[in-house]
């Protein structure tokens, strides 16, 4: 069957967005007028994915996804809102939304996620809140790659308002690559294994810790990783890859050493510490 998604709210360059044969062929996009008649669309067909009215706010979606999830109880919604406040996103975090964006909307990022949607098949949550506050939010996130995409976004939309739009991607990029080497070295890309990630805003820095559940590691014993390169020989991990038999890579943990301004491993080396000062 073609995938199928169910759009609220007036009409909008969102739909046209969801139409673009270029996005997902054959998709079916259906589209509600608002919530009454999204319920009852529900109602009649499993949707693969729900998007939410970008006009109503968090709140109000948030409440209307308890009365999808009486029709629906596994149904995944990308919250679209005029506004999301820290404190708001952290409610969707809890109420398992499985993207939330606020205005103005970037169309590659809404489409990445509602084609990470569709695509999700296991049926897991993927997320558990562990403690969220506006300045600290810890989460425990089972090992797959869709997951990790799926924080990512969460944590983006957690964003410090003082801090530049460039400046803010470099760093999710640092973190980024220090997740997606976790869940790749450290679990395995194992959906039953869990890392552990935390951010968290103090006065003069932000920090972000990773906790994977593999036996760690030492850097000067990572010989395929960009980062133990001799100063005067930038790609010879390159060649133990390819000996090694391994794909062409290497290089997450020193573009993130050099974008934030502090990593710190722990002994273990299946900890770690990026530090972004912001005064």
């Known amino acids: 069957m073609p995938p199928s998604i169910l759009l609220i709210g007036a009409a909008s360059d969102v739909e046209d967005w969801l139409r673009d044969p270029a996005f997902l062929k054959d998709a079916v996009v259906d589209r509600a007028q608002g919530s009454v008649q999204g319920l009852r669309l529900l109602r009649r067909h499993a ?46 975090l809890r109420a398992h939304v499985f993207a939330v964006f606020d205005a103005p909307f970037d169309a590659a ?46 944590l983006d939309q957690l964003r410090d308002r003082d801090i530049a739009d460039a400046e ?44 994977d559940p593999g036996p760690g590691f030492r850097i000067d014993e990572l010989p395929h990783a960009a980062i133990s390169n001799p100063p005067d020989d930038p790609a010879a991990h390159l060649e133990r890859r390819q000996r090694a038999g391994l794909r062409a890579g290497g290089f997450g943990l020193l573009l993130a050493r050099s974008i934030v301004d502090e990593m710190i491993l722990s002994e273990r ?11």
């Open 109 to 154: 990022s809404v489409l990445d996620m509602v084609r990470l949607a569709i695509s999700e098949s296991e049926g897991r949550q993927g997320i558990e809140v562990v403690s969220a506050t506006r300045n600290w939010v810890t989460l425990r996130i089972d090992c797959r790659r869709l997951t990790a995409e799926r924080v990512l976004s969460f």
């Open 47 to 92: 949707y693969d994915v729900v998007v939410t009215d970008r006009a109503t706010a968090v709140d109000e979606d948030l409440a209307l996804l308890q009365e999808m999830r009486e029709i629906r109880p596994f149904v995944k919604v990308v919250l679209l809102a005029p506004t999301a406040a820290p404190e708001e996103v952290i409610r969707a």
């Open 269 to 279: 080396g299946n900890e770690i510490l990026l530090v972004k000062h912001t005064s």
């Open 168 to 211: 803010r991607a470099d760093l999710m990029l640092a973190v980024r690559e220090v997740l997606m080497n976790a869940i790749e070295h450290g679990g395995a890309f194992d959906p039953d294994q869990v890392v552990e990630i935390s951010a968290v805003r103090t006065a003069r820095a932000i920090v972000f810790y990773v906790r």
